[in-house]
């Protein structure tokens, strides 16, 4: 069952991750995706850290998407933390980025 969308919570220095929430029915879904996988979404240098709530935004659906599967995938019912890092973020053949264009999901 697909994650509907919860809260942007903000950027974590002590993770070093963006933290949002999601939803599955009433439970509520702690996520987050890593610096270093939101730097590979946003196509900039790593260790630069640019206004990371805009490129969350910016990105949302497909962030969603990858945090809704790896949910579904995830057999670790006591936290229930989905954790994005970079290699869950999709590359085409030519090891381009795969982005969502709004209203495609």
């Given at each position: 069952?697909?994650?509907?969308?919860g809260k942007a919570i903000?950027?974590?220095?002590?993770?070093?991750?963006?933290?949002?929430?999601?939803?599955?029915?009433?439970?509520?879904?702690?996520?987050?995706?890593?610096?270093?996988?939101?730097?590979?979404?946003?196509?900039?240098?790593?260790?630069?850290?640019?206004?990371?709530?805009?490129?969350?935004?910016?990105?949302?659906?497909?962030?969603?998407?990858?945090?809704?599967?790896?949910?579904?995938?995830?057999?670790?019912?006591?936290?229930?933390?989905?954790?994005?890092?970079?290699?869950?973020?999709?590359?085409?053949?030519?090891?381009?980025?795969?982005?969502?264009?709004?209203?495609?999901?």
């Open positions: 069952m697909p994650l509907r969308r903000g950027y974590d220095a002590d993770l070093m991750a963006f933290r949002f929430t999601m939803r599955n029915g009433q439970q509520i879904v702690q996520c987050q995706i890593s610096t270093a996988a939101l730097s590979d979404l946003a196509d900039r240098r790593r260790g630069s850290k640019g206004d990371l709530l805009a490129e969350f935004k910016a990105r949302r659906l497909l962030i969603e998407a990858i945090a809704s599967a790896l949910f579904d995938q995830s057999s670790n019912e006591k936290t229930r933390v989905v954790s994005i890092f970079s290699k869950h973020i999709p590359t085409s053949r030519f090891g381009r980025r795969h982005t969502i264009k709004p209203g495609s999901s």
